[in-house]
């Protein structure tokens, strides 16, 4: 790759990410006016752009230090403050959750931030997460909100609008983001039964219980993912920590 060629194609992953930050804003601002199913939506447009932002890297051989501290940035806002905000609103609005507890919505994006942080400090050939990926918090806020617009299950909607419960959510996603708990990637490196099988038993589970539970499985798949990720950390030999 010559001098000339490797910043063009570090651009397209580049600006994949900062449409991944962009969708993040879009989310906050949403959010901000009370318009929590659109910014749920701008968080999985965002998830859906850092997903590509690393194959698009990989497959023009354009890894850099600069896509991945921008990486790190954009995640910051798109997944840590944008999924904050939503909680944040959803507290705010409740009349049973004094103001000072609202603040508390944010923990999870300080909690994402630092996660980020120590990322950066490691080392990044490690194909395992430790702790829960800001990603899948975002998403399970999201899935949250649109599962109280938008699901026909009732009840479990009461409960997911209760103020206990955000507050519950924000403090436990943020200890799980720092929990030095080995959780398993997403990314096959063959695709036989032997190495994968926690993989395969999470996307069959996943797959099976979505026309039941249509958009409600969103959420609930997050919870089946850090479930798993217990097992596959209580198997897994010469565990790593952070």
């Not at 990410?17 to 949403?30: D, E, P, R, S, Y």
């Amino acid at each position: 790759m010559t001098n000339k060629t490797k910043p063009i194609r570090i651009a397209a992953p580049a600006f994949i990410t900062l449409m991944n930050w962009f969708a993040g804003v879009m989310a906050i601002i949403f959010a901000m006016n009370g318009m929590l199913v659109e910014a749920a939506l701008f968080i999985i447009a965002a998830s859906v752009f850092d997903f590509f932002d690393g194959m698009v890297a990989r497959l023009l051989n354009a890894q850099s230090e600069l896509g991945v501290q921008l990486d790190s940035l954009a995640d910051a806002v798109s997944f840590g403050l944008a999924p904050g905000f939503i909680i944040y609103r959803q507290l705010s609005e409740n009349p049973e959750i004094a103001p000072v507890l609202t603040y508390i919505a944010f923990i999870p994006a300080a909690a994402a931030v630092l996660r980020l942080a120590i990322f950066n400090t490691k080392n990044h050939n490690e194909q395992d997460f430790f702790g829960l990926a800001s990603p899948a918090f975002a998403l399970f806020i999201a899935g949250i909100t649109l599962s109280i617009e938008l699901s026909s299950h009732q009840q479990l909607t009461d409960f997911f609008q209760s103020g206990t419960f955000w507050i519950t959510c924000a403090v436990i996603c943020s200890v799980l983001m720092l929990l030095p708990l080995r959780m398993f990637s997403l990314k096959f490196k063959h695709l036989k039964w032997k190495q994968n099988e926690y993989r395969y038993i999470f996307l069959l589970i996943s797959f099976a219980i979505f026309p039941f539970l249509q958009i409600i499985t969103l959420p609930l798949v997050i919870v089946l993912y850090i479930l798993i990720s217990v097992l596959y950390h209580i198997n897994y030999k010469n565990i790593k920590t952070f």
